[in-house]
Nanobody, 123 residues
């Protein structure tokens, strides 16, 4: 099992930036991929971005050109850099870890989840 702790959320004005961090502990060597999902009030949780063990990256169309994902293997940490934030980016952001390669945009691929961090973008 992998334990995940997110940090870096907060309140920011439209057009601003935030960097989220996801610190992993436990059986991190068996992690095939890590991802960020988000859930806005009254909406389903949706895929934002993923990065594989080989550092291939995936982004949702809604955040391409604004968000980027990276990892620091030495620190067992994955980052989500969010630029040009919009009010529609307001959500709780969750970090997730997958043991096996699969459909990275699907929640069912992921075995472990963090508690989430709130991101609020004011207009």
């Amino acid at each position: 099992q992998v334990q995940l702790v997110e940090s870096g959320g907060g309140l920011v004005q439209s057009g601003g930036s935030l960097r989220l961090s996801c610190s992993a502990s436990g059986r991190t060597s068996s992690t095939a991929a890590m991802a960020w999902f988000r859930q806005a009030p009254g909406k389903e949780r949706e895929f934002v971005s993923a990065i594989t063990r080989s550092s291939s990256t995936y982004l949702a169309d809604s955040v391409k050109g604004r968000f980027s994902i990276s990892r620091d293997n030495a620190k067992n940490t994955v980052y989500l850099q969010m630029n040009n934030l919009k009010p529609e980016d307001t959500a709780v952001y969750y970090c997730a870890a997958a043991k096996w390669y699969g459909t990275f945009r699907s929640m069912s691929t992921y075995d472990d989840w963090g508690q989430g961090t709130q991101v609020t973008v004011s207009s």
